[in-house]
């Protein structure tokens, strides 16, 4: 047995040994972080249109979906698989499969679209006023959320509704004949080509594509002002358009940065059974399961981070009960 099988296989023990105690800590602060960003966006109080309110809530939405399916429902009984062994009789794992495969894609899809609907906003003035409103969102989100189903439902096929209580690679028992087929392989390929790795590129491509404009206006809007103008350096649409794009670009940076491990390994390894083996740690893909997961869990903090109203509204979220708490004492 090699050296470097055994550093690779003593890390992996380390990462098993970290995610026992990672997975339940994320999924105890996941779950009330979501709901509280749901409850908060969805007052609309915090000085964002009602159309990115939408797109902000259904992500928060999908999140929580994820954090209690995947995470909840499949990571932390895969780390604790000896006292979560009565599974293995619950015959539901292909139907499992379907939903987390769906709310996986919701949440990343989701992500897609509230990129493209800030690039609208910001770069094709023409659109704006009839691509970016409440109704438009809805509809999107809805469409997203139809064919993410739809796209999914071949899972409860290629799995038996047998839990195999493990990553390596699915966590469903697949039939040796399913496993073993091209078919098989190219489909599941597919599946992971288009989330996460077209979502990926996608966000890439129109965050690029918004800096370039915003580079071109503001170029643009310092020649018209110039400082022969005798106004202030200062220009407060630019500096409100920059407030505006913060968020997005947070946002967009957070999920390549969370997910880019994930991406990857997905489609590393798919390309294996394709005949074009790369060498990938069992590890590394361990890994890209921690981060992809702890990205359903930090919107909240950006939010918090980048909103001011959010900040006072989730301030009088925790004042209040606290001031009803004194209130019963006395």
Not at 146 to 175: A, D
Not at 188 to 204: C, G, K, N, Q
């Amino acid at each position: 047995m090699s050296l470097s099988y055994m550093i690779k296989l003593q890390i992996l023990w380390a990462l098993n040994d970290i995610q026992k105690i990672y997975f339940p800590i994320l999924a105890a602060f996941g779950v009330p972080v979501n709901v509280v960003t749901i409850v908060i966006m969805s007052r609309g109080k915090c000085g964002l249109s009602k159309c990115v309110t939408r797109y902000l809530v259904a992500m928060a939405a999908a999140d929580l979906l994820v954090v209690i399916i995947d995470l909840i429902l499949r990571q932390i009984p895969i780390v604790y698989r000896e006292q979560f062994s009565f599974l293995r009789v619950i015959r539901m794992c292909n139907i499992h499969a379907v939903l987390l495969y769906a709310v996986t894609d919701c949440s990343v899809w989701f992500t897609v679209t509230f990129t493209f609907d800030r690039f609208v906003a910001i770069c094709c003035q023409k659109l704006k006023t009839k691509y970016c409103t409440e109704k438009t969102a809805a509809l999107v989100l809805g469409t997203v959320t139809v064919l993410s189903g739809l796209k999914n439902i071949f899972w409860y096929f290629l799995h038996t509704n047998e839990y195999w209580l493990s990553n390596s690679p699915w966590f469903c028992r697949v039939p040796p004949i399913v496993a073993h087929s091209l078919v098989w392989t190219v489909t599941e390929l597919m599946h992971y080509v288009l989330t996460p790795f077209i979502p990926f590129l996608l966000i890439v491509l129109f965050n690029v594509l918004t800096v370039r404009h915003i580079v071109v206006a503001s170029r643009a809007r310092r020649r018209i002002r110039g400082p022969s103008s005798g106004e202030s350096p200062s220009d407060p649409e630019m500096e409100n358009r920059r407030k505006s794009i913060v968020l997005l670009f947070v946002i967009s940076g957070n999920f390549i940065l969370l997910w880019v491990v994930f991406t990857a390994c997905s489609i590393l390894r798919r390309l294996d059974y394709l005949g074009y083996p790369v060498p990938l740690p069992t590890f590394v893909t361990e890994i890209g399961f921690m981060l992809q997961l702890l990205s359903c869990c930090t919107n909240t903090f950006i939010y918090a981070v980048t909103q001011r109203k959010f900040r006072e509204e989730l301030r009088n979220g925790v004042k209040y009960p606290l001031a009803m708490m004194v209130k019963l004492i006395r």
